[in-house]
């Protein structure tokens, strides 16, 4: 029987550091780069830990080709951990029901009157007034001109990856396709965001209010909350 050296990678994590030149890299992150290069574990301990061979450890640093395969695994992991398109949000919590304004009636002379103080009439002001000014409405039109060309151009996956906590877990993604349909360059939200920043420049005069309007394109287009209307999770902000 063969008897292999074995080791576990908290035993490498400050060598693999130096061969990274990464003084941040977990534990958990060093299991999916092993896991991206296809490295597997010989076996597992009594508490479950994975066990690995100290030797083929030690070629992967030395060898080339070997090399090559863990830096391609490792920067795969970085760029799996830039994406950053927003989970689906949890839904907002309801906002709480104003007091009603105390109102009087008078009903002498056939006349209807109500009665109600100047801080009631303040906050009636107040209230309107946040409701309809500072508000950008979006235009469904423009939603559909944006949505047709994200279908068009892009398509929507995840990809695996190791979480913080060192447990696997998938991020979103945004693949761009080439003239056959097929996806040639993975992006993240900002870089998806920057492109069409450039092709819808002239939609907006504002600029502000064409990156909010985008913004929101994009989070409800990934998450198919646009409907055939034309209309978002939010029509206005």
Known sequence: MQVYPRVYLGQEINNFRKFFNDESLTIGELHAIMKYAGIAP??????????????????????????????????????????????????????????????????????????ITESQYNELKNRISEDINGKYFIDPEKVLIVKK??????????????????????????????????????????????????????????????DRFLKQIIKDWYYDRISKEGMPSVNMF
């Open 149 to 210: 060309y994200l279908d068009k151009n892009f398509t929507k996956g995840v990809i695996p990856c190791m979480g913080s906590d060192g447990y696997p877990t998938a991020l979103p993604i945004v693949g761009l396709k080439g003239v056959d349909g097929a996806v040639m360059k993975n992006m993240t939200d900002k870089q998806l965001f920057f492109m069409l920043q450039n092709h819808f420049y002239k939609m907006f005069a504002d600029p502000d209010e064409r």
């Open 42 to 115: 010989l076996g597992h301990d009594s508490k479950g830990n994975e066990i690995y061979n100290a030797i083929r450890l030690k070629n992967t640093r030395a060898g080339t080709e070997s090399a090559n395969g863990l830096r391609k695994a490792y920067k795969r992991l970085r760029e799996a951990q830039s994406y950053e398109i927003e989970k689906e949000p949890k839904p907002a919590a309801k906002p709480k029901r104003p007091k009603p304004v105390q109102l009087k009636l008078d009903l002498q002379e056939n006349v209807k009157r109500i009665y």
